[in-house]
């Protein structure tokens, strides 16, 4: 199926609900040109701000807004939505029960020729931590149109992560997502992949293709939404097979994989996991996407190696 | 040690403009050989960081970590094609590292890391969070009573950040001297005009506000950047804020003073035009 660019996909997205609700509004800080949102800007002027460099402040003013009724989304790199606005997104708008929806974007190895100040491999691993948000990485256009428009009927807070740059369809235009619900885009008798976001969804779906070849059948699970998370899917394909594999763009501390240890541990799944994502000890580096992606040991075959350790 | 200090003034200032044009060749080089970066941003600050990095600053290239040495630190980190040109021009690594920035596992990454290249004092790229650190050297300093200045470079738009204001309160607060910040008033940031997407004028009221001594001059005249920095080392008993005015994309002329070149890498044909701008602006 086509490609589209998911920026684009973003900005189109919220152009539409901004026509349909005007308490739609984005806020910016100096990334507007980035995170692609000019048709919106173009569109409602007057519900378009741009605070400059200033994260914290970015948080902290969607927050206000959101207290008088808005719905802010709130974009700059997941590095800076994360590190450099914690406090306000945690207090601010989520403690304070406001309905701020944070867009991290060039996640992980996406942030690529930046490098490695600029690559958010703890992002998840943070949000998780924030009780009560939601928390999204959709793995193309659809889904992620899916889940702008989940955000923003929300009455909560959540935490977007989005990879800018094109991402094949993987689903039927229109299809439904929903918080806490994966989607199962292969089953297989001889384990379970679990993948979180576009770029490891789609590496997940290639390690499943080299694992067939070897004779090995896997479920591959699209996460969609990290917190609320799809326990009963994780239960159910992980004590079936007792294999699992987790695919993260992320730090293998705190997100995905600590996500899915916690479950198997308290459901008493008796399964053996492995944790693909960039190593506990790992700062990011510079590069292509590609590169990085096989440098941190997140491609394909990485991910099949770690399916076939388990046997 | 400084690099040319003694020599006769009108030398002392051909040089210093020709290796300003060295690191433009560098920037635009890098950049397009990378085919990703921040032309305009480093091209603003050549003049600067040639001054510093070629006359004014107390460092060692054999000795990257010399105690007492001179700090530079580029807080607007995304600038780093115009810091990695002057550490390779002045021998910190081989210049034909230059041609490595942004590539895969490269020492050169897309913002500074300190730990990766011998001479980057400081790592930077989240934009505020080098100044703070400024601070923190040119208090170590004090404390230590080692008499080594620190230079911080700061975007206009990085005047934005929160923490640049809670720095320079701190460094008034402790009198840091030996503090000089460079403010690249090019008035560009991401989006647009850095006085468009938020104002923050009247800088150098701001800092005065902040008890810094303020002094303003035109960041590519050579002469007067040279005169600024020696200014500012006098002793005042306060940090001192330099507002250089500038241009961004200085020396390259389809760039000059264009939002698009913020991050753009030349074409194979622009790269052309531009070796030309900056060779015909070297006499
Ligand atoms: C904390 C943070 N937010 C956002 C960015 C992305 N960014 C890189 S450069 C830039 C604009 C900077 O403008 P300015 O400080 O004026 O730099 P210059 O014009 O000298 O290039 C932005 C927003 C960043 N590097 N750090
Ligand atoms: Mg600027």
Redesign the interface.
Known sequence: MADREMRAVYAQTLVDLGALDPRICVV?A?????TGTGPFAKAYPERFV?????E??LVGVASGLSATGKKPFAATFA??AS??AYDQFFLSANYAGLNVTLVGTDPGVTAA??????MPLEDLALMRAVPGLAIVEPSDPVSLEAAVRIAAASDGCTYLRLQRKSAPELYPAGEHFELGKAKLLRQGKDLLIVALGALMVSEAKKAAELLAADGLEATVLDLFSLAPIDRAAIVKYASASGRVVSCENHRVTGGLGSAIAEILAEEGVRAKLRRVGVGADQFG????QD??AD?FKLSAPHIAAAAKSLF | MTANTQAKPGERLRALKGHAQDLRRAIVSMVHTAQSGHCGGSLSAADIVSALYFDIMNIDPSQPRMPGRDRFVLSKGHACPVLYGALALRGYFPVDELSTLRKNDSRLQGHPVSTYLPGVDATAGSLGLGFAQAVGMALEGRMLKAPYFVYALLGDGELNEGVVWEAASTASKFGLERLIAIVDRNNLQNDGKADDIMPMEPIDKKFEAFNWRVLAVDGHDMAAVLAALEEARKPAGKPTCIIARTIKGKGVSFMEDKREWHGKPPSDDEYGIACKDIEGGCV
């Open positions: 910016e100096d990334l507007a040109r980035a741009n605070v400059g460099v200033a914290a402040n590095c800076f590190r450099r020729f930046n490098g490695g100040t600029h580096e510079v590069g292509t590169w990085l440098h």
